[in-house]
């Protein structure tokens, strides 16, 4: 198998999945911010033009990030971050959907409509990208509300839910604009706990 991987909130999730489940993958940069995503070479592994891809061993190419960790999860069983019995693989999905769509969601849609790399792909809305920083904000303090009861992680146990967020807060990060406020001690609590994981020290620096 091969990695074709990029600066992404969807390639910091695979990345962190597969430093966390500890498999050994060989990978090649896509340098996203020059285009090579969008180049005919890569876009003959995923014609969307987006990162990652997991290349198999029979010469087939998978794409969209949560795809790709379904597989991985299911040739490398140890280490489960998807959940083991039926109650927990749902809670698990839920807590997933919730964290791209309340935190991923804002990021994606700040940097797609503000990032000029990206207007060949959506048409670009100004006004729009500034709205998100306020509904990034908004989420965030619903996340901080929902760990109020204390907890470590946001499905029970350190799961793919947990990289999906810090995933995003990563590329958050990145774009400058959208940062988790330090009043938000619960919320604040839960990021100190993931990036302390040894899967996300690959990005700290």
Not at 61 to 90: D, H, Q, T, W
Not at 132 to 157: C, H, I, Y
């Amino acid at each position: 198998m091969k990695l074709y991987n990029g600066l992404s909130p969807n390639g910091f999730r695979v990345a962190a999945f597969i430093q966390e489940k500890g498999i050994e993958i060989e990978v090649e940069t896509i340098d996203v911010m020059k285009g090579e995503a969008r180049a005919e070479a890569h876009r003959a592994r995923n014609s969307l033009g987006e990162v990652p891809v997991l290349a198999l061993d029979d010469g087939s190419f998978l794409s969209e990030s949560v795809a790709i960790c379904r597989y991985l999860e299911a040739i490398y069983p140890n280490n489960p971050l998807m959940g083991k019995s039926p109650a927990e693989m749902a809670k698990i999905e839920m807590w997933n959907r919730r964290m791209e769509h309340q935190i991923m969601g804002p990021c994606a849609q700040y940097g797609s409509h503000s990032i000029p790399i990206f207007a060949d792909k959506i048409e670009q809305i100004p006004a729009y990208a500034e709205t998100q920083p306020r509904a990034f904000s908004k989420n965030m303090q619903w996340l901080d509300n929902e760990l109020a009861d204390g907890r470590t992680f946001v499905a029970g146990d350190f799961s793919i839910a947990d990289i999906t967020g810090m995933a995003a807060l990563m590329i958050c990060g990145f774009l400058g604009e959208l940062n988790v406020p330090k009043e938000l001690s619960h919320a604040q609590r839960w990021v100190k706990a993931v990036t302390n994981r040894p899967s996300f020290s690959v990005f700290k620096g």
